[in-house]
């Protein structure tokens, strides 16, 4: 398993909910190799994709169906508490899967919006999906089809060599954060904006992402006051200045103008599909700053 250097951000104590997880991921598929063949050989795929809403859009890039696979060894069953998940970064995920979902419908409801909990994914190598097949050339994604956050750990790694993010828990858990930004945009009517607009500084496609940039942010600002209902404790440690610019780093790595300067040389805004480093930033810290969804209207600006 993949080990996890970094502040300790969760309580040890906290119980976690590995039922909120589906793993698929097969054994004897070896690390090293997927990085290097799917994330790292797919570089143009990513700026296609990083962080998108499905392969869908990749047509015929994404190969052909992949066969199921066993589970791993153990796997996220394993991942019972926030001891765990400061150790492994599959329980990482799990952890903050389970602190999303116990902030959303809360959050949400005082809105009047319902919350149906999604379904969230690991796998290694390629899944099929209710948007198409995928493989781990598509970085982490959301699909609105079936309302699935999918998530290949091997990009975690990637985001840090390939894109030099911080390796810091918040870093990872802004990727997880803002997919299920995501799912909150496709309750409130926001995800098709993207697919409308697909692209440029201005665009539909941008200004989604950034929004749900923002609603990670959000998720920041109040995850660490969350206690469970049975334990009285919270999930996560209160955020530190570290945590916070561990998760800016993040939203920075994965700017398109970092990303299309790294593969190519030069910056092309018109082909822009997620926002600038600088905007990212902005969208996160905005969310987290405020604490107020209102404040996440990226289609309410001239220019996000």
Known sequence: MTSIVGSMSFNDDAPLDPSQVEDRRGGGMGRGTMIGGGIGGGIIVLLLTLFGFGPQILGGLTGPAPQATAP???GTQECRTGADADKRL????????????????????????NYPRPRTVLFSQAANTGCGPATTQVGPFYCPADSTAYFDPGFFQALVDRFGSSGGPLAQEYVVAHEFGHHVQHLLGYLDRAQQDPQGPQSGSVRTELQADCYAGLWVKYASSQKDPQTGKALLDPITQKDLTDALSAASAVGDDRIQKAATGRVSPESWTHGSSAQRQKWFYQG?????????????????
């Open 90 to 113: 599959d329980c990482r995920i799990t952890g903050t899967v389970n602190s999303l979902n116990a902030f959303w419908p809360a959050y949400l409801k005082d809105y009047g919006v």
């Open 72 to 74: 791993a060894s153990g």
């Open 288 to 304: 987290y700053s405020t604490g107020d969804i209102n404040q996440c209207d990226t289609f309410g600006v001239p220019q996000p």
